[in-house]
């Protein structure tokens, strides 16, 4: 059984404590419920933006947890961006793949590939210090307190279904800039 | 006639502007948290390669080479939301490729982007919107058409206008960038 998404985003919710996210695509209407107005902000507008998006809060706040939810097809769209997150080697960045198979988001087409491409070898291969994939929410459970403290680069292929809403029927939310701000303004304060 | 600006001139230049954006920063309430001046977001520009080289052995300058532009973008916004200054180091090419993202970050996103791009191929007697090279020919009405200010560095003169287009992406809160003319020194 594929994970719900909105399952494994309020796992990761309980978890996270002060830890910065990132979410793209058909995770950013689920994140905004389910953690509204808090420390984040969503990679919209620039597809395959949200690793590098997260790598940059992860290199300058290097004190704080930094969890990335990025989407499959947007991953494929920057996938070098696996090699610079891994060289770059910050400790405290999580990157979670949430791997439907599909670009749900502009109307569900399957991906290059499908389900067949192995994400979490090519994390791998780019040097990310650990990588896996998790196919059962209670599995992602029981790990990710571990996730949450273990040395990153850390990469995580969720297995998943597709989500409830994407940002297409639930609308793209706070405007990109507007997130940035808000997030820039709570971490000069902290 | 355009001139070749040393590579030292210009890291001393991004030193001293980097340490003005550390002060302004500090004003606005940034707590440092570390040693380095500031983050150079690199994929390398053929045109800009011996300051590249010289920047390997600087401490004080941090060097991140991203594989593409894209990446370098919404590096420089993660950067920016967690208070540390940088620059843009990237080649014409690299600003084709990566238009959506300077969209959708710098412009939309509000992210002041300061960003030197290498002029390669530029010929030294021509002005570059006269040039043989199409590269080189849209570089700076591709700017235009996106409101983005830029000036061209034609010489060691022009190194001034490093800092005073940094301070005007921070003004503005968008992109902003100088065009490196011939090929750094
Ligand atoms: C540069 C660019 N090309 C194409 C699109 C169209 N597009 C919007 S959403 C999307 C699919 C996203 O798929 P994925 O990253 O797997 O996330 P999911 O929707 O499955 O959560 C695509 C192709 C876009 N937004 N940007
Ligand atoms: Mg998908």
Redo the contacts with the bound molecule.
């Keep these: 059984m594929a994970i719900k998404p909105e399952d494994a985003l309020r796992a990761i919710a309980a978890a996270r404590g002060d830890a910065l996210c990132v979410p793209?695509?058909?995770?950013a209407p689920a994140w905004r419920t389910i953690a509204p107005n808090d420390l984040s902000v969503g990679c919209v507008g620039f597809?395959?933006g949200a690793s590098s998006l997260g790598l940059g809060l992860a290199l300058a706040r290097p004190d704080r947890r930094v969890l990335v939810f990025?989407?499959?097809?947007?991953?494929l769209?920057q996938l070098g961006s696996l090699a610079t997150v891994a060289g770059a080697a910050p400790r405290n960045l999580v990157h979670f793949l949430?791997k439907?198979g599909?670009?749900?988001?502009?109307g569900a087409q399957e991906?290059p590939g499908g389900g067949g491409v192995d994400f979490v070898q090519m994390a791998k291969g780019a040097g990310y210090r650990a990588a896996s994939a998790i196919g059962e929410l209670g599995e992602l459970k029981r790990r990710l307190p571990s996730l949450l403290k273990e040395e990153g680069p850390i990469f995580v292929e969720l297995h998943t279904g597709l989500?409830e809403a994407?940002?297409m029927t639930a609308g793209m939310g706070t405007p990109f800039h507007q997130q940035v701000e808000r997030l820039r303004g709570q971490l000069i304060a902290s | 006639m355009p001139e070749s600006i040393p590579a030292p001139l210009i890291i001393d230049t991004l030193k001293d502007t980097f340490r003005e954006a550390r002060a302004a920063l500090a004003a606005e309430g940034v707590r440092p948290r570390h040693d380095h001046l500031g983050w150079i977001l690199s994929v390398p520009d053929t045109h800009q390669k011996t300051v590249l080289a010289a920047l390997d052995k600087e401490r004080a300058l941090r060097v991140l080479t991203c594989s593409t532009e894209d990446e370098a973008n919404a590096v420089a916004a993660g950067l920016w939301m967690g208070g540390e200054p940088f620059v843009l180091m990237i080649q014409h090419a690299g600003l084709y490729a990566s238009v959506?993202t300077l969209r959708g970050v710098a412009m939309d996103g509000r992210v002041p982007i300061f960003s030197m791009i290498g002029l390669l191929s530029r010929e030294k007697d021509k002005d570059p919107r006269e040039s043989r090279h199409s590269m080189v020919r849209y570089c700076e009405p591709l700017l235009d058409v996106f409101g983005v200010p830029h000036a061209r560095l034609e010489g060691p003169d022009d190194v001034h206008l490093i800092p005073e287009y940094y301070r005007l992406a921070q003004k503005r809160r968008g992109p902003a960038a100088v065009l490196v003319g011939l090929e750094t020194a």
């Design positions: 793209t695509m058909t995770t597809m395959g990025d989407g499959d097809g947007s991953l769209m949430f439907n599909v670009y749900h988001t502009s991906i989500a994407t940002p | 959506n």
